[in-house]
């Protein structure tokens, strides 16, 4: 796993974005391909992350405004 091709974006800032709400950021960890057919970003399902990790991980994101 990793390497060459498998970064994502920085998301220092990306709670800073009004598009990114907490339903936007829940599909978008669920399934990202359901807002961008070719992401290259894995789905992260209920058993890979359950709905109390994904709450606080939302929590977290919405929190990362940049400095
Ligand atoms: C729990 C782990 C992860 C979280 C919380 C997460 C979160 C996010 C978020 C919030 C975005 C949207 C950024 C924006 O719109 O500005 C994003 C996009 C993206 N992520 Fe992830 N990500 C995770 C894991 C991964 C992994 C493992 C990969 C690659 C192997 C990845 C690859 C990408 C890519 C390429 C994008 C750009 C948009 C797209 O192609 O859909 N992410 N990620």
């Known amino acids: 796993m990793g390497g060459r091709g498998m970064k994502g974006p920085d998301l ?3 709670g800073a974005d009004p598009k990114h709400t ?3 950021l829940t ?3 669920r399934d990202a391909k359901s807002h961008k ?3 290259r970003m894995p ?3 209920a058993d890979k992350l359950n709905d109390e990790d994904l709450r606080v991980l939302l929590d977290y994101l919405l929190s990362l ?3």
Do not use: C, T, Y
Request: hydrophobic share 30%; proline share 11%; aromatic share 12%.
């Open 37 to 39: 057919e070719d992401s």
């Open 43 to 45: 789905p992260f399902p």
């Open 12 to 14: 220092a800032k990306v």
């Open 27 to 29: 599909q978008h960890i």
């Open 65 to 67: 405004k940049g400095s």
């Open 22 to 24: 907490r339903e936007w």
